[in-house]
């Protein structure tokens, strides 16, 4: 009996090892798109229709584009390149510095646009558009190179690499608005237009002096075009549409987490200056964007999660009256855009560096031009001393 019984553990023992075989015999890739596994040989299905290579062995990388090989002359010697096929059809060809950036993007770019439950949208759809769509590609390559700027110690000027992918993108992405909106193309162009808002925040140089920066400076060059970007965003999601059931950005509403409004965490003293008498009117201007500041959590205690969130959240609703009065740099709207700048400046990479530049000379703007109203000094104390104790890299 007890010879029985070890044979019999030792069969349910195989029997555990074979089942825990089998659940492994789908590939990577569909196991990191969290989908099931067809199990097709030598490529399963999947990975097929998803356009990527597939890997069972273990050797090819997670989700690497399927693309054709192709020769090219340059300086007289043949390379190999990557081609692959757009969404118009037309040929395109990258090199393997292409495929490694393309694959920095991924794993660490786009992963910082928004919090971390984006991941699996970032991962999989938007990076099969971009290797659909030429215009989100430079888009993307821009974006991945001005992090790459970013990150390092230094950060230095702009690339000349930067600099074509940025003209090629901007050049491809205003000729497909110039056309009739094919329904296939909305979500690849509201994914460029959300990139296109990051890259443009995220481009500031380093004033060489105070003076020259916004909104201390009159020169039209000067004024924020992300926030001119904000505007034109605005009307072309009347467009897109990308809350439809049909697009992959309908579920973000769920992913991104929102910005509970509290007017009880408004103090007084905002509630006397903005004339907020409790009942909120919609023909306030201020009125949404101040609820949106005092929201969440003091400036200290915000986190960087947090700051996204509250990017996104302002943006959408500092649109029309009140982003006319940051323009003309009315003091109340000014003020309004440093308690914004103070919570977001320990943000996400591509928030730092606007946020304190633009924020500590919105401060300076107040303080040189409107050092008579006491409301507004008294108020702006609390962000100007953050804006200014910030010692990070920017």
Not at 291 to 318: D, M, N
Not at 359 to 387: M, S, V, W
Request: glycine share 4%.
């Amino acid at each position: 009996m007890a010879a029985q019984k070890e044979l019999s553990d030792a069969d349910k023992n195989v029997r555990g090892r074979r089942g825990h075989r089998k659940s492994r015999s789908g590939c990577a890739n569909c196991k990191l798109r969290s989908v099931k596994c067809d199990e097709g040989f030598p490529e399963c299905g999947k990975c097929l229709s998803f356009g990527v290579r597939c890997n069972y062995d273990l050797r090819i990388p997670d989700l690497q584009p399927r693309f054709n090989m192709a020769t090219r002359k340059l300086n007289g010697k043949t390379q190999t390149c990557n081609a692959l096929t757009s969404a118009e059809g037309s040929r395109l060809e990258l090199t393997e510095q292409d495929l490694i950036r393309l694959e920095r993007f991924k794993i660490r770019t786009a992963l910082s646009l928004g919090p971390p439950e984006l991941r699996q949208i970032y991962d999989n759809e938007i990076y099969r558009l971009i290797l659909r769509h030429p215009f989100l590609m430079h888009i993307a390559h821009t974006l991945t190179l001005i992090h790459d700027r970013y990150s390092l110690s230094i950060p230095g000027q702009r690339t000349v690499e930067e600099i074509r992918h940025w003209s090629k993108g901007i050049g491809l992405f205003n000729k497909k608005l110039s056309v009739p909106l094919h329904p296939a193309d909305r979500d690849a162009i509201w994914a460029g237009t959300s990139m296109l808002g990051v890259i443009t925040f995220a481009s500031i140089d380093f004033p060489t002096r105070t003076d020259e920066t916004w909104p201390l400076t009159s020169l039209p060059k000067a004024e924020p075009e992300w926030l001119k970007m904000v505007q034109g965003k605005a009307s072309l999601r009347q467009l897109i549409k990308p809350d439809r059931p049909d697009s992959m950005f309908y579920s973000l509403s769920s992913a991104i987490p929102t910005v509970k409004l509290a007017p009880e965490n408004i103090p007084l003293a905002f509630i006397k200056l903005y004339q907020l008498d409790g009942s909120f009117a919609n023909n306030n201007p201020y009125a949404i964007p101040v609820r949106v500041i005092f929201a969440a959590k003091t400036i200290e205690e915000y986190p960087s999660s947090s700051a996204t969130a509250l990017f996104y959240e302002f943006i959408y609703c500092i649109q029309n009256e009140f982003s006319h009065l940051v323009l003309n740099k009315d003091p109340r709207a000014l003020l309004i855009m440093v308690y914004w700048y103070s919570k977001i400046c320990t943000g996400q990479w591509w928030l730092r560096r606007r946020a304190l530049i633009e924020g500590r000379a919105t401060c300076t703007f107040l303080e040189k031009y409107y050092a008579h109203d006491a409301a507004i000094q008294d108020l702006l104390r609390r962000p100007r001393n953050y804006l200014f104790q910030i010692t990070f890299l920017i």
